[in-house]
């Protein structure tokens, strides 16, 4: 079955320092994938997508996402990061059969220490 | 381009009480969701509709139905309300031209039930 995983339920980060937030994946096939952000009290917000190419993806705000296909990963990073970065990130995977569909992670909150 | 819009934005019922929520997208998609958000939960689908007049259950679908109205507007229907369905809940869209299969979020309902 199709599905992702976000080992972390927090991250901390110095604000200036870089940023990751990791993202794990279970696909047959080749993966579909999707990082999205949740400021609080809004819906989520595309970030940025994998579907084929080079391996570093770039995406709004300065994020970028890397994917490895050794090591299952799709890891969500920024190099230097903001306090305005402090969000929930949610890593997703598109559905095998179901194209329009998409099975999300649980969610990781990034707090950015000023 | 308001892109995915939804009402009402808050709603307390009482347990045994229906509603509807409503949803609308202006973005021409095929593909429109429900979802809900628990904490540690992530998100869950809860119904799902691959192109106007059909729908498919998600997750989750007990206790919920929808109605594809045409194709930019999409509704989720508690017939009974139980303190259960105590959520946040979202709707999204989705285009499947071009290689386009992220989702885009409405902001959300907040809805308790007592």
């Known amino acids: 079955a199709q599905s992702v995983a976000q080992p972390e339920d927090q991250v901390n980060v110095a604000e200036g320092n870089p940023l990751t937030v990791k993202c794990t994946y279970s696909v047959s096939g080749n993966p579909y994938l999707f990082w999205y952000v949740q400021y609080p009290n809004r819906g989520l917000q595309f970030l940025l997508k994998?579907?084929?190419?080079?391996?570093l993806v770039k995406g709004s705000y300065g994020f970028e996402a890397e994917f490895n296909k050794s090591q299952t990963s799709f890891h969500l990073k920024k190099p230097s990061a903001l306090v305005s970065d402090s969000a929930l990130y949610f890593c997703a995977v598109r559905h095998l059969n179901r194209d329009d569909k998409i099975i999300f992670g649980k969610g990781t909150r990034l707090h950015i220490l000023p | 381009n308001a892109g995915v819009t939804q009402t009402p934005k808050f709603q307390v019922l009482k347990t045994g009480q229906s509603m509807t929520l409503q949803c609308a997208q202006d973005?021409?998609?095929?593909?429109m969701y429900w979802y809900r958000q628990d904490p540690g939960m992530g998100l869950r689908l809860i119904y799902y509709?691959?192109?106007?007049?059909?729908?498919d259950k998600g997750e989750v679908p007990n206790g919920y139905n929808v109605s594809r109205l045409n194709k930019r507007e999409f509704s989720l229907r508690l017939e009974s309300a139980a303190p259960s369905q105590t959520s946040v809940y979202f709707c999204?869209?989705?285009?499947?031209?071009?290689?386009?299969?992220?989702?885009?979020f409405g902001p959300g309902t907040r809805l308790t039930v007592t």
């Open positions: 973005m021409n998609h095929n593909s």
């Open positions: 994998y579907i084929t190419g080079d391996n």
């Open positions: 999204a869209s989705s285009s499947r031209r071009d290689g386009d299969y992220e989702q885009y």
């Open positions: 509709s691959a192109s106007e007049g059909t729908t």
